[in-house]
């Protein structure tokens, strides 16, 4: 799902790096021989750019691997040549997390101490056990409802780190690469899983610690070596040519294959479209227990969108077994599908069937699929120009780890009467695991997230504004401005976002 790395301020609450250092045990067994690895790149002041010296680098699950920046802030950090330290570790007790279920076989412990810890660094949940010889499990899923991010396991006085990501260990047995620890003091430390045996031209940037939660540092690479893998999609200055992308105006039944799974979509051509020269395209994600053809139907934009022949997609969500019906993935719930690479290759299999302008591509959403167009500013910065979320915020989760690539306009609709997702955010009540920030949460975490200074205005639609952001982007929180919802029908309640503001801010926005 993109790059691994957590500000200071979020993970460091309560989990020391001392923790880290000495959890050399991932998962018992490891092989016995490391993989050859290394890493080298740059560390800069994510403000400024400068080069940052004395920046103190290390791995948290290799110990004795360590450096420090230069002068001109280059890094290089290596095993070659090296047995795993893995290797004399006690290989006897192993951990499996299984569907939500965390399992410690093969222990012999006076006294064992399982903590798990969310993303924000508090301990959710914690159980002790007496004179164990043999296995013990948690089913996590139900002590946390997914919310544990890491668990900690304490035996006899020593303790280990686990972290997790979805319902697997992050660091499994044959992939044992490093993670990175870029620390200096007065910066935000920076967090970095390495993806591949041998990575250059890092790029790290450490972001001063003025003491807020937001402020955080990051980690990027280029193109050819990122973790946060980009589609043929990916920008550029090349003119489009048009040449055999006229299509039949309708709604088309579309898929696309993703890990090996069938991924449907509608593509609507609106009349005015004639393929003749590169249109905007509008990505409108559906809400929980919807389809494609329901937002199709339910959402505003195509009103406005079809006269100018701009294309629009309705993605179809999954869901689990049990759960609320088809979703997206923007956290604990509601699907376990990579919906940001679904989404990556739809627009990527539409751009070849159709002229678009590539750096005028939006996302709306309507409650989850709010949600989800939150979550692809996050992720999909490179792809969306500008993003339009309705009735749903970041979640505690997935606002932990956001990082876009770069500042990106957002416009969110929210309701004060919402009691689907609630104004004031918090537990979704819904038993589903989300916790929300909040519209003004979310609405301060985006200004912060674009570097937007000043106090918010209250522009020509009404509504409040930060317009003086980084790079000229712009985020707008308009409060009880929806379109009739169904069942929560009224602006103030849970609504969809309100296409005749919500284009218009969309349109002016361009990728650079």
């Not at 279920?101 to 006076?110: K, R």
């Amino acid at each position: 799902m993109g790059k691994t790395f957590y500000s200071k301020e979020l993970l460091m609450r309560s989990i020391k790096l001392s923790s880290f250092a000495g959890s050399a045990v991932l998962l018992g067994a490891l092989c016995s021989q490391a993989s050859a690895w290394s890493i080298s790149g740059i560390v800069q002041d994510k403000n400024t750019g400068a080069p940052l010296a004395g920046v103190s680098v290390a791995t948290f699950n290799y110990a004795g691997f360590a450096t420090t920046s230069a002068a001109d802030g280059s890094f290089s950090l290596n095993n070659e040549g090296t047995e795993s330290l893995l290797a004399s570790q006690p290989a006897s007790m192993a951990a499996t997390l299984e569907n939500g279920i965390f399992t410690l076989s093969n222990v012999n412990a006076h006294q064992l101490k399982i903590s798990a810890i969310d993303a924000l660094g508090k301990v959710t949940y914690q159980r002790s056990f007496y004179e164990i010889n043999g296995s013990v499990s948690i089913n996590l899923a139900k002590a946390t409802g997914h919310r544990a991010k890491f668990l900690r396991v304490s035996k006899d006085g020593s303790s280990q780190t686990y972290m997790m990501q979805g319902k697997s260990i992050l660091l499994r047995e044959g992939e044992p690469l490093p993670m990175l620890n870029f620390a200096k003091e007065g910066y935000n430390s920076g967090f970095y899983q390495m993806k591949q045996e041998t990575e250059t031209n890092v790029v790290v940037k450490l972001s001063v610690n003025d003491g807020t939660s937001n402020s955080s540092s990051s980690v990027t690479k280029p193109s050819s070596s990122s973790s946060k893998a980009k589609s043929s999609s990916s920008k550029d200055n090349t003119p489009v040519d048009c040449t055999g992308k006229s299509y039949a105006a309708g709604d088309h039944n579309m898929s696309v294959n993703v890990n090996g799974k069938k991924r449907t979509f509608i593509m609507h051509v609106p009349d005015a479209y004639k393929g003749d020269k590169p249109v905007p395209m509008v990505v409108d994600y559906h809400p929980i227990g919807g389809s494609g053809a329901g937002q199709l139907s339910g959402t505003s934009y195509k009103n406005y969108t079809d006269a100018e022949g701009v294309i629009s997609l309705y993605p179809d969500g999954t869901g689990k077994p049990g759960g609320m019906g088809n979703g997206w993935n923007v956290g604990p719930c509601c699907s376990d599908d990579d919906d940001i690479a679904f989404s990556r290759e739809m627009i990527k299999a539409v751009e070849e069937k159709v002229c678009i302008d590539k750096k005028r591509v939006y996302a709306a959403g309507f409650s989850m699929g709010g949600g989800m167009s939150n979550h692809v500013a996050c992720n999909m910065a490179d792809i969306y120009a500008a993003v339009a979320p309705a009735a749903m915020d970041l979640n505690t989760e997935n606002s932990a780890s956001c990082n876009p690539d770069r500042p990106i306009s957002v416009i969110m609709f929210r309701g004060t009467n919402d009691f689907v997702c609630s104004y004031n955010g918090g537990d979704s009540g819904h038993n589903d695991g989300l916790t929300f920030l909040g519209a003004e949460g979310n609405f301060k975490f985006w200004a912060d997230k674009n570097g937007c200074t000043g106090s918010p205005t209250t522009n020509s639609d009404g509504c409040k504004e930060y317009s003086q952001c980084n790079d000229g982007v712009k985020v707008v929180l308009c409060v009880n401005k929806g379109i009739d919802g169904g069942a929560f029908a009224g602006p103030d309640g849970h609504a969809q976002g309100d296409a005749k503001i919500g284009w218009p801010f969309l349109k002016q926005f361009t990728l650079p």
